[in-house]
């Protein structure tokens, strides 16, 4: 299985909407609804902010969303704030009980 | 609450072999999958593999020749070895736990343990 790939970085200005996608093949992203994304601030574990494609753990602000076209899942941050400033990482279910993850993307807020 | 931490070694010579413990505390280990996850220095997540609380195993392909898990339930406890480890295997490495099924995502880990392997 190979990793997924995310845009290394992504950037918006207070109040934005910005998305970052992760991209795989119809083995993991476009095979099962399966997507994860987490948020890693500096220094820190990562967090849990989606799973299941577009669903939010208990806690995680509605600014934040999923979605999936195809191959391809997205990340969006609406009424970006300085606190979302952090790396992002996706994963994907790939199949026999595998799990892969994305490059991560680190999102700058302007 | 549930909290995980893990401990071992931050230094590893080349050939040897990496061994991590996770310890598991304010809760059961039951009805969940155990992970460890790793990110080498400025890069991504690596997903390594998982022991579920019944001891079943399942580990990364690229991985799975020198990754051996364990569980020790009446310390609360789940641990990684990792044999012949090279300089690719310095990172920070997390426990993690899943559940009720393997595709809910991670949502509580340890802080990260940094394993640096060089002689």
């Known amino acids: 299985q190979s990793a997924l790939t995310q845009p290394p970085s992504a950037s918006g200005s207070p109040g934005q909407s910005v998305t970052i996608s992760c991209t795989g093949t119809?083995?993991?992203?476009?095979?099962?609804?399966?997507v994860s994304w987490y948020q890693q601030l500096p220094g820190k574990a990562p967090k849990l902010m989606i799973y299941?494609?577009?669903k939010r753990p208990s806690g995680v602000p509605d600014r934040f969303s999923g979605s999936r076209s195809g191959n391809t899942a997205s990340l969006t941050v609406s009424g970006l704030q300085a606190e979302d400033e952090a790396d992002y990482h996706c994963?994907?279910?790939?199949?026999?009980?595998?799990?892969?993850f994305g490059g991560g993307t680190k999102l700058t807020v302007l | 609450q549930v909290q995980l931490q893990e401990s071992g070694p931050g230094l590893v010579k080349p050939s040897e072999t990496l061994s991590l413990t996770c310890t598991v505390s304010?809760?059961?280990?039951?009805?969940?999958?155990w992970s460890w996850i790793r990110q080498p220095p400025g890069k991504g997540l690596e997903w390594i593999g998982y022991?579920?609380?019944?001891?079943?195993?399942n580990y990364n392909p690229s991985l799975k020749s020198r990754v051996t898990m364990s569980l020790d339930t009446s310390r609360s406890q789940f641990s990684l070895r990792l044999s012949s480890v090279t300089a690719a295997d310095t990172a920070v490495y997390y426990c993690?736990?899943?559940?009720?099924?393997?595709?809910?995502?991670?949502?509580?880990w340890g802080q990260g343990t940094v394993v640096t392997v060089s002689s």
């Open positions: 299941e494609v577009s």
């Open positions: 994963s994907s279910y790939a199949g026999s009980n595998n799990l892969v």
């Open positions: 304010g809760g059961s280990i039951n009805n969940y999958y």
């Open positions: 022991i579920y609380y019944t001891g079943i195993t």
């Open positions: 119809s083995s993991d992203v476009g095979g099962y609804n399966y």
């Open positions: 993690a736990r899943v559940g009720p099924t393997l595709v809910n995502g991670y949502n509580l």
